[in-house]
């Protein structure tokens, strides 16, 4: 079967999902996802019909929550499927490039090789900023940049300045794609409100993290209407399936928004009690800032943490292989509950290692 497969396919190493990961435990603090799900129910009576190509009630909706119009949106299985679109429609396999910065999101890599897209990977500075300069000198010919903000999985928000200078000496044939699978846990950061002022920004959002959504598959894509457009013509004909644009719809409505505003508000409540009591833990040598529902901290002996956490049932994800990143894992923040517990079961590790 062999000769059946593209090499750049079989070289191909999928992404390492939570899911496709697999542990099993108590407590799950490994996806990023929201502790708390939303109860939304629906009828349906009409899945003899095909769904519309874009539901118009969700781009509404969506259109009300972000504050733009509905014809620059375009709906998405996820934001997932958001980066593989821009680089199937805008991209030249064998021949385009698109750049990103790790350590970042490992989608923007993993779609490139998937389409045979050239990478070119300009390493985050040690305190996890762009570096403008090596931008600046590789940018020629690159049709797409990746930039994940807040970035996962370091949790920090990249200087506003830094990324409208990007802004500002890209030429109109690169696109900006910012990814802001968190922004709601730091909203105020959006570049949402710059939209219209940059025909080559592309903003990425999701109902999979703050929204408590993850199971939905349900994102959007912030753009021009040029953007938009070509998106459509490359958009398979009925992505959003009717029960998933229903609830979604039902999520967007001003009584479930308050609801995931106050779980925004728990959730940055937990962050700033785990940190506190992290702080004094000897096995810790870095807590980073987070501007999101997670924090990377590195330890100083990663790999026995995270088979003690493992083996305790809280799972958490490792980070260590990735550039950068030696001895850090990343904890994605849980209920009160969650966060107690964890404290408690590392509380026994240092007295038992005193
Ligand atoms: C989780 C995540 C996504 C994927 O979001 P979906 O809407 O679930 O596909 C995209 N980008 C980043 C940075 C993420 O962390």
Same mark, same amino acid.
């Given at each position: ?59 509404n909706k969506y259109s ?13 299985? =996820? ?14 396999? =064998? @021949? ?8 970042? /999101?490992?989608?923007?890599a993993i779609n490139a ?27 020629? @010919?690159?049709?797409?940049?990746? +930039?994940?903000?807040?970035? @996962? ?55 999979s993290k703050a929204f =408590? ?5 349900? =994102? ?5 209407? /040029? ?28 009584? @479930? ?11 940055? /409540?937990?962050?700033?009690?785990? +940190? ?79």
């Amino acid at each position: 079967m062999k000769h059946l497969v593209p090499r750049h396919i079989d070289a191909l190493k999928p992404y390492q999902s939570a899911r496709r990961i697999g542990l099993t435990g108590r407590i799950y603090l490994n996806a990023n996802e929201s502790p708390w799900t939303n109860t939304i129910e629906c009828k349906h009576n009409n899945l003899n019909r095909y769904p519309d190509f874009q539901p118009y009630e969700l781009l509404n909706k969506y259109s009300q929550y972000a504050g733009i119009s509905k014809k620059n949106i375009l709906i998405t299985r =996820g934001a997932d499927e958001g980066i593989e679109l821009l680089m199937r429609s805008f991209c030249i396999s =064998g @021949n385009d490039k698109i750049m990103f910065f790790p350590p970042t /999101y490992d989608m923007y890599a993993i779609n490139a090789d998937i389409f045979n897209i050239r990478k070119i990977i300009i390493p985050l500075l040690s305190n996890f900023q762009l570096d403008l300069i090596s931008i600046k000198k590789n940018i020629n @010919n690159v049709k797409l940049i990746y +930039v994940c903000n807040p970035n @996962n999985p370091t949790g920090n928000m990249f200087l506003r300045k830094n990324i409208i200078s990007i802004l500002k000496f890209i030429p109109k044939t690169t696109l900006l794609i910012i990814d802001e699978a968190y922004i709601d846990y730091a909203i105020e950061n959006s570049f949402i409100d710059i939209l219209n002022q940059y025909t080559n920004l592309v903003i990425l959002r999701t109902l999979s993290k703050a929204f =408590g959504l993850s199971s939905l598959r349900c =994102g959007f894509v912030l753009s021009n209407t /040029y953007v938009i457009n070509i998106l459509k013509k490359v958009l398979t004909p009925y992505p959003i399936a009717t029960p998933i644009s229903d609830i979604a719809v039902q999520s967007l409505k001003a009584g @479930n928004i308050k609801y995931v505003q106050k779980n925004i508000l728990k959730i940055l /409540y937990n962050k700033e009690f785990l +940190v506190r009591k992290l702080k004094i833990f000897s096995c810790i040598q870095n807590i980073f800032l987070s501007q999101t529902n997670f924090i990377l901290i590195k330890f100083f002996y990663s790999e026995i943490i995270f088979q003690y956490l493992t083996s305790n049932g809280i799972i958490i994800r490792d980070q260590s292989h990735k550039l950068g990143l030696k001895d850090c894992l990343r904890i994605s923040v849980g209920t009160m509950n969650e966060c107690q517990d964890l404290i408690s079961v590392l509380s026994r590790f240092e007295t038992k290692k005193l």
